[in-house]
């Protein structure tokens, strides 16, 4: 699996800097999700990665993310399943915006 992240806005919440941002997901899924890192959302570290509850992709299904935030990788599920996406699901067309805590 690969992605690409957008940046849409940016603040600061105390100590933290908020980025909001689009992910844009290509090729399959790998088991566990995408990894992504603080040097790609221009942070040292992340403290969240809050995705948004409904993710669009292609056709007429929902679908959900979330943040492990012990592997520091992206999950995705089905929706209506509520099972994480199979290994080797294609990814075409599905994106996300999330809002990623960090410093």
Do not use: C, W
Not at 69 to 95: C, M, P, R
Request: glycine share 10%; charged share 10%; no cysteine.
């Amino acid at each position: 699996m690969a992605h690409t992240t957008a940046f849409v806005a940016q603040e600061v919440e105390g100590i933290n800097t908020v980025k909001y941002v689009t992910i844009s997901f290509s090729g399959t899924y790998a088991t566990g999700g995408e990894a992504v890192t603080a040097a790609e959302f221009g942070l040292a570290s992340i403290e969240s990665v809050q995705p948004n509850l409904a993710v669009s992709g292609a056709g007429t299904t929902v679908y959900n993310a979330r943040f492990n935030s012990s592997t520091s990788k992206i999950q995705l599920y089905v929706a209506a399943a509520g099972a994480e996406f199979a290994n080797g699901a294609s990814l075409t067309d599905i994106t996300l915006t999330a809002r990623v805590v960090g410093n």
